[in-house]
């Protein structure tokens, strides 16, 4: 139901939204922060994730219980590909990591070109449906419904991310990440495994992206091997709000856009919404040239 | 990774041997002369492909221009793209301009728009920048789709007038070609004289070091503006070329994945590479025609191939070479033109510094600093580690801006000018840890310094082309005679990062005086310098000082600082503590104390220096 | 060390290689065919975002040519489909077109996205090839005046009307809402829709657009639904149709929801659910419900292993068509096939075929389906004395 003012709703919305584009962006500012580099193929590992919970789905959800066979999928996804994103980043990325830094984005490009092409080719070109397995009942929230799903997505992305702060911040695994991050000499030095670490943040990365990829299809079924390229886009952006390589940043930036989208899509018009998100995003760089949260890098002189 | 690293390796080509060598030199000649040739041999099929080859070998030396010269990571270059076809196709329906007529409409619109891009990004590092140029790609794209009225929406334009030249129409395959490869040239002769000109070397110095660029004297904010308008100004060629070709244009051409195209252009040819751009344009636009064969698999086998290629070359297919060429062959000696500088009164102020405050949070690096800098002296600023002396020279230079103080340099006020602009006025600086651009040659790091003394600017460039030997010239002789100075003129095609350490602390020196300032800041110059080479020094800058040049250093070695300084500066805790000769200095209990209350190696040196000091 | 070589080498090969292939690509180029096949062009988007489409049309015209192989063919020659992918993409769509001509095709059935067809039809003017265009509703297709356009589907100019007249006449409504999704198609159908509805009193309450792949569209929905219109029209693809019925039934609008032609496809069941039930659609008449397709449908199903899309019923044709104007014309010649495909009377799956000076389908229909207990049923059609009558199959 939409509230006689629809404000309310379009602030669900928004948060709504935002959940997918938080979870997304933080596996672009963690790659980032470790090894500089934009992931233009993350966006499509959301994809990868969002096909391999559908395949699963399909193999079980006849057999078990719904509630196992969506955890199942997500597990499944998450770890599969956390795998590929591992692999990518280990044969493809590493090896760059000391040439010219065009090319390790250009090569970042190529490896989203094809997984875009390797899953048109595999599962076909028409969208794949996920099984409408969540309920459609909610509860009333200021007026505004807000269904059982819609809370469990917001819940289940806070989740995660606050998961991922955790691990980066209290563990000594996380702490080892953050060093490498900050100088990788002297972490190396310091005799952490740099290669390992790069490996893991592109797994932990990967793994959020897997989950906002299955959440995604779980939540409005329908999937299709391009799904990736606007997301990706929007939650590197958001991760670029929140100030590249900041974790809470990003997690704060792509609620931010999720709400952007959703309030200029309601009041203006959506088809400039894209366009108003990047003027705020402009509008922000020029006051804070390094994001909402980033660090000012101070330069010894 | 360092960038100096990475243009290293992109400049660094292949060694060549000789026979190959002059294959090299000429290879852009003959991959024109094939692309000329091609239509010769060529069906309609591969003559459109080979336009569309010529229209993103175009697109990447537009592009190059911002990203392999000025080292700004542009994401959304397709927008001059869309701006340069969208003025042409508009003009020639609305407003019936000829294609011919309207082409310097395009530019201008492009060049505008080059500019009003490239603004809001100048603060930004590169990867902010990337997200910026990336929205205002989307931004133009999106206006276009839905301005239906003006630009005809999603449906675009359509229905464009051929283009003639005479009467002669050009509809023809091959004669679209033809005009593709004319405008290749316009573009390719036009970055070529960039590329050799002041600009194009301040570019090299913006992309190694931006900072250190500023610090020399080039005006980093002009500069990396003038390189996005520039780069526009070819794209506002390429755009009304696609327009005549179709006779129709619509947003989808211009979206982000366009922009990321001709990205790939430019990597995968070379980064900085004209020859490259052409190669790059074949590969990228003409694989993914080569593998239809491969029909479903076609762009997945383009991937495939991209991956590869970034794998195993990814300086690019053809990077710049870079030419050990001896830039002073053939230079004839100067008539000994060391004209002694005008007798300019010794003695007077040159630099003056009151009350300069600088707090960083709640530190005061530097509190209430005051002292004078006299036409001609030696003055040395000494003092323990984390006195507040660099953060002197960076308030002094402009490169951080000062809470409070008055800086004078010849009564001119430097207060909230830009470095650059401090250098233009006659004051130039050496860095701590040495700044130089490690990937340009020992010449071409002495004509970045250079840079507030030639002549210049991109107007004069175009109109007096016929002064372009007598200026190379010019500048060439300068910097010679700077190089000679420090000792360095045999080492002048050498890469700066080949020297060893103390020859690229003369280098660093020669760039600063390269600018021919009335005042020259060292920091810390015998940092790391063996004794011998630190004689050398001391010799240096007593030879500076003769050529007229005032001169103000930073140092701990106290040898040094005794040895030359006509007199001393003691700063402890961002303070003054007191100034005077070496001599009287070295006596006063409260310098003793300042250093001794350290574990200050430096403060035990005092009494042994005083003792061994040759008088 | 440094390869020079192997860097000169490897160009250097680059290069030969690709200018050969190009060059020896297509050798002669198009009109004559020479072998023991006639060569027929094909171009859609296999790749891309559309490539569901393509892939579909291309299906449609691999039955047509074996169908008609069966039959003997061609002037005793065996019909043979060349397919070029046009990604969607004008440049691509250009180059496509130049593959085909130069691999000797001698017509060309085919195209999805006018965007495409554009450049595409400007390409085989230019050779004096005919176009027999299957899914490009673009108006302007058939308004430049080239003698090569010819096309079995109706126009958007034509579905607007249609829809306005629907919803005014049949559903009457009295406020409209118009979505559409910026791309040339939808945005073309939406500006006939909305002009043919002003002209008809209705009140459209908003004509905007929204940006396809999101798939989170409830903001946009919410502005919609709060202006409490009677009917949403979207016509737009069916990827986001899907998506947008599902969430406007879930923000609790009742009341009806209408797609264009371009919605129409099993997957917006798939995503829509029972959300879809009740959602009508304006379309050229689809392959099941037209009498005669149950052996087209069920041999599609049994080659490719899922059910038709849209548009392959209508490439069937368009090919059966090209074919059928080679053997009256007696010669593959381009301008003696041109005048005999403008005399076409053939009777195909999609009804009769013919062509009018334009080239545009002469006597196009339209009607509207729905969708009862997640499946598409025929609904309403317009009888020749303007009244909505069932339409059922005939």
Redesign the interface.
């Known amino acids: 139901?939409?509230a006689a003012s629809?404000f309310v709703?379009?602030l669900i919305?928004?948060l709504?939204?935002g959940s997918f584009l938080a979870l997304v962006a933080l596996g672009y500012t963690m790659v980032y922060g470790i090894i500089r580099l934009i992931n233009f193929a993350h966006g499509d590992l959301f994809m990868v994730g969002a096909f391999l919970g559908w395949t699963v789905l399909n193999v079980v959800a006849s057999r078990l219980p719904i509630a196992l066979s969506v955890l199942m999928a997500l597990l499944v996804a998450m770890a599969l590909t956390g795998a590929l994103g591992t692999v990518i980043s280990r044969m493809v990325y590493q090896p760059l990591l000391r040439a010219p830094r065009l090319s390790i984005l250009i090569a970042a490009l190529a490896v989203s070109l094809g997984l875009q092409?390797g899953v048109?080719l595999l599962y076909?070109?028409?969208?794949k449906?996920y099984p409408?397995v969540l309920p459609?009942s909610g509860l009333s929230l200021a007026g505004v419904?807000v269904?059982y799903p819609q809370l469990g997505m917001f819940l289940l992305s806070l989740l995660l991310m606050g998961a991922l702060y955790l691990f980066v911040h209290r563990t000594a695994v996380g702490t080892a990440m953050r060093a490498l991050a900050m100088d990788q000499d002297a972490a190396r030095l310091m005799g952490i495994n740099v290669e390992r670490h790069i490996m893991l943040a592109f797994f932990l990365g990967s793994l959020l992206a897997a989950a906002a990829g299955v959440m995604?299809g779980l939540y409005?079924?329908?999937i299709?091997f391009?799904?990736g390229?606007?997301?990706g886009l929007r939650a590197f952006t958001a991760a670029v709000l929140g100030g590249i390589g900041n974790i809470p940043g990003a997690m704060v930036a792509g609620f931010l856009i999720g709400l952007l989208?959703?309030?200029s899509?309601?009041?203006l018009?959506?088809?400039w919404?894209?366009v108003f998100v990047f003027v705020v995003l402009i509008l922000v760089l020029v006051v804070k040239p390094t994001g909402l949260f980033g660090e000012r890098v101070v330069e010894r002189m | 990774m360092s960038r100096r690293r990475e243009t290293a390796l992109v400049l660094t080509?292949?060694?060549?041997?000789r026979p190959?060598a002059a294959?090299r030199r000429h290879s852009l000649a003959l991959l024109l002369l094939?692309a000329l040739l091609?239509p010769l041999?060529?069906?309609?099929?591969?003559?459109?492909?080979?336009i569309?080859v010529l229209t993103f070998a175009m697109l990447g030396i537009g592009l190059n221009i911002v990203v392999g010269y000025a080292g700004l990571l542009d994401l959304g270059y397709a927008a001059f793209f869309a701006i340069g076809a969208y003025t042409s196709a508009l003009l020639s329906l609305h407003l019936h301009v000829g294609f011919w007529e309207g082409l310097p409409l395009c530019i201008l619109a492009a060049a505008v728009s080059g500019a009003i891009i490239g603004y809001p990004t100048l603060r930004l590092r590169s990867d902010y920048l990337a997200i910026v140029t990336l929205g205002f790609g989307e931004i133009v794209r999106i206006t276009a789709?839905?301005l239906?009225g003006l630009t005809g929406?999603?449906?675009?334009l359509?229905?464009l007038p051929v283009p003639k030249i005479g009467h002669f129409e050009l509809?023809s395959q091959r004669s679209l070609y033809l005009l593709g490869f004319a405008f290749l040239l316009v573009s390719l002769g036009f970055s070529w004289a960039l590329f050799h000109s002041r600009l194009g070397r301040a570019w090299n110095s913006v992309r190694e070091d931006e900072t250190a660029a500023e610090a020399a004297g080039i005006p980093t904010v002009r500069v990396k503006l003038l390189a996005y308008v520039l780069g526009a100004v070819v794209a506002g060629l390429a755009g009304p070329f696609f327009a005549a070709r179709?006779?129709?244009i619509?947003p989808?051409?211009f979206t982000f994945l366009q922009s990321v195209t001709i990205l790939t252009v430019v990597v995968v040819g070379g980064m900085g590479s004209l020859p490259g751009m052409l190669?790059g344009a074949?590969?990228v636009q003409?694989?993914p025609?080569?593998l239809?064969a491969v029909?479903?698999w076609?762009?997945l086998a383009f991937a495939f191939a991209l991956v590869l290629l970034m794998q195993f070359r990814p300086q690019g297919?053809?990077p710049v070479p870079h030419v050990r060429r001896d830039p002073f062959a053939g230079l004839p000696e100067e008539p000994d033109a060391q004209a002694t500088p005008a007798a300019a009164p010794q003695g007077e102020v040159l630099l003056h510094v009151h009350g300069l405050v600088k707090r960083f949070g709640g530190v005061a690096a530097v509190d209430q600093a005051s002292f004078e800098v006299r036409r001609g002296e030696i003055l040395s600023i000494i003092g323990p580690n984390g006195a507040g002396k660099t953060t002197v020279f960076n308030c002094v230079t402009g490169l951080i801006r000062s809470n409070r103080g008055e800086v004078r340099l010849a009564g001119r006020s430097l207060r909230r000018l830009r470095p650059h602009q401090v250098v233009s006025l006659g004051m130039a600086r050496t860095f701590q840890g040495i700044r130089l651009f490690k990937g340009m040659s020992v010449y071409e790091n002495v004509m970045v310094g250079a840079y507030p003394t030639q002549l210049g600017g991109l107007w004069r460039g175009i109109t007096h082309l016929h002064l372009r030997r007598e200026t190379d010239l010019r500048n060439r002789l300068h910097a010679r005679r700077w190089l000679r100075f420090v000792g360095l003129e045999d080492k002048a095609a050498r890469l700066a990062s080949e020297l060893a350490y103390g020859e690229q602390r003369r280098l660093e020196i020669a760039r600063a005086l390269a600018s021919e300032p009335q005042l020259l800041l060292l920091d810390e110059p015998g940092a790391g310098t063996n004794p011998s080479e630190k004689n050398d020094l001391m010799e240096l800058i007593r030879r500076a000082r003769g050529e007229g040049v005032t001169v103000l250093l930073i140092e701990h070695d106290m040898r040094l600082v005794m040895g030359i300084s006509d007199r001393v500066v003691v700063m402890d805790q961002g303070r003054i503590l007191t100034e005077g000769t070496p001599a009287e200095v070295q006596r006063d209990e409260r310098v003793i104390e300042a250093y001794l209350g350290r574990e200050d190696e430096s403060g035990w040196e005092i009494e042994e220096e005083v003792a061994t000091r040759p008088s | 060390?440094?390869?020079?070589?192997r860097?000169?080498g490897?160009?250097a090969l680059?290069?030969a290689?690709?200018?050969a292939?190009?060059?020896c690509?297509?050798?002669g180029?198009g009109g004559t065919s020479g072998g023991g096949s006639i060569k027929i062009g094909v171009p859609g988007p296999?790749?891309?975002?559309y490539?569901?489409a393509?892939?579909d049309i291309v299906n449609g015209a691999k039955l047509a040519a074996q169908d008609v192989n069966a039959k003997g063919g061609a002037l005793g020659k065996k019909i043979e489909i060349v397919?070029?992918?046009d990604a969607c993409?004008?440049?691509t769509a250009?180059?496509a077109a130049?593959?085909l001509?130069?691999s000797g095709v001698v017509a060309v059935a085919g195209g999805y996205c006018s965007?495409a067809s554009?450049?595409e039809l400007?390409a085989f003017h230019?050779r004096g090839l005919p176009f027999v265009m299957d899914a490009s509703t673009?108006p302007?297709l058939t308004e430049?005046g080239f003698k090569e356009a010819f096309r079995d589907i109706g126009r958007d100019d034509e579905q607007g009307p249609f829809a306005a007249k629907f919803v005014a006449g049949f559903l009457k409504a009295k406020k409209v809402a118009v979505i559409n999704d910026?791309?040339?198609y939808?945005?073309?159908l939406a500006v006939s829709t909305v002009d043919a509805l002003k002209k008809a009193g209705v009140n459209v309450v908003f004509d905007?657009?929204?940006?396809p792949?999101?798939?989170?569209?409830?903001?946009?929905l919410?502005?919609v639904?709060?202006s409490n219109p009677d009917v949403v029209y979207y016509t737009g693809y069916f990827?986001e149709a899907?998506?947008l019925v599902?969430q406007a039934r879930?923000?609790?609008y009742r009341n009806t929801f209408m797609g264009g032609d371009a919605t129409n496809d099993p997957?917006l069941l798939?995503?829509g659910?029972p959300a879809a039930n009740d959602m009508v659609i304006t379309t050229a008449p689809l392959a099941q419900f037209l009498s005669g397709t149950e052996s087209f449908v069920s041999a599609y199903e049994k080659q490719f292993g899922?059910g038709p899309g849209p548009y392959s019923v209508y490439e069937y044709d368009a090919v059966q068509v090209v074919a059928k104007a080679i053997q009256a014309a007696g010669s593959t010649d381009s301008a003696k096939l041109i005048d005999s495909l403008r005399g076409t009377r053939h009777s195909g799956l999609t009804g009769d075929i013919s062509f009018d000076a334009k080239g545009d389908r002469a006597g196009v229909t339209y009607i509207t389906i729905t969708v009862r207990n997640e499946k598409f049923e025929a609904y309403k059609k317009l009888d020749d004395s303007g009244k909505w009558v069932d339409a059922t199959a005939a």
């Open positions: 139901m939409i629809p709703s379009y919305n928004g709504t939204i092409n048109l076909g070109p028409v969208p449906t409408h459609a419904r269904s995604e409005y079924t329908q299709s391009f799904m390229f606007l997301i989208q959703s309030f899509a309601g009041y018009s959506a088809q919404t894209d | 080509g292949p060694r060549v041997g190959l294959l094939a091609f041999v060529a069906d309609p099929y591969a003559l459109d492909v080979g569309t789709t839905n239906t929406g999603p449906n675009g359509y229905g509809t179709f006779g129709a619509d989808t051409s190669v074949v590969v003409g694989l025609e080569l239809r029909a479903r076609r762009l297919l053809w | 060390m440094w390869r020079a070589r860097l000169i490897s160009c680059l290069m290689i690709a200018l292939v190009a060059a690509g297509g050798g180029g296999l790749s891309g975002d490539a569901s393509g892939t397919t070029a992918d993409d004008a440049q250009a180059q130049q593959k001509l130069s965007a554009l450049p400007t230019r673009n302007k430049m910026n791309t040339t939808s945005k073309g905007q657009a929204i940006t792949g999101q798939q989170d569209y409830t903001p946009t919410t502005k639904i709060s990827t899907g998506l599902k879930q923000l609790g997957t798939k995503t659910g899922h």
